[in-house]
């Protein structure tokens, strides 16, 4: 099972970017604890981050055919891209959104999600946990 884990604009700078909102953990830390699950699972995950909206694209649009599912934090683009929407309904693979903030006790802008409607589910507000879960998530719904 190929899982593609995709990381969306300024979660690069997870760790010093506004830790009273995303924690002190940096995407390595995330990356280390989803690796960890991964092997647990018996999953093989590949990772990218991309603060462009068209490499996100381009990266949604080459998974097909190569991936079984995709997890995904959009970030920003959550909020805004209805191309990040399209490429994964052009697709159609299982993809799950997950945040790290709960988005819904945010702003109001950030309560509007573009991608859940095409998604599996989506899992917010439980720091690095989203993506753990989110993992656990997505292979058993694609194991059923
Ligand atoms: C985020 C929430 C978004 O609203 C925000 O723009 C992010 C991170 C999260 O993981 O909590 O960059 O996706």
Same mark, same amino acid.
């Given at each position: 099972m190929k899982i593609l884990v995709i990381h969306g604009p300024n979660l690069n700078l997870l760790g010093t970017r506004e830790p009273d909102v995303y924690g002190i953990f940096t995407l390595a830390d995330i990356t280390a604890s989803l690796s960890q699950v991964a092997a647990e699972l018996e999953c093989e995950i590949t990772e990218m981050q991309s603060n462009s909206e068209g490499t996100l694209v381009d990266t949604i649009q080459a998974a097909k055919g190569i991936f079984h599912g995709i997890l995904i934090n959009p970030a920003a683009y959550t909020h805004t891209?209805? @191309?990040?929407?399209? @490429?994964?309904?052009?697709?159609?693979?299982?993809?799950?959104?997950?945040?790290?903030?709960n988005i819904h006790k945010r702003e109001e802008f950030r309560r509007h999600s573009y991608i859940a409607p095409v998604a599996v589910?989506?899992?917010?507000?439980?720091?690095?946990?989203?993506?753990?879960?989110?993992?656990?998530?997505?292979?058993?719904?694609?194991?059923?």
């Open positions: 891209s209805v @191309a990040i929407r399209d @490429a994964l309904s052009a697709v159609a693979l299982p993809t799950v959104e997950v945040h790290l903030s589910g989506q899992i917010s507000g439980f720091g690095p946990d989203s993506y753990l879960l989110g993992l656990r998530a997505l292979i058993n719904y694609l194991r059923q």
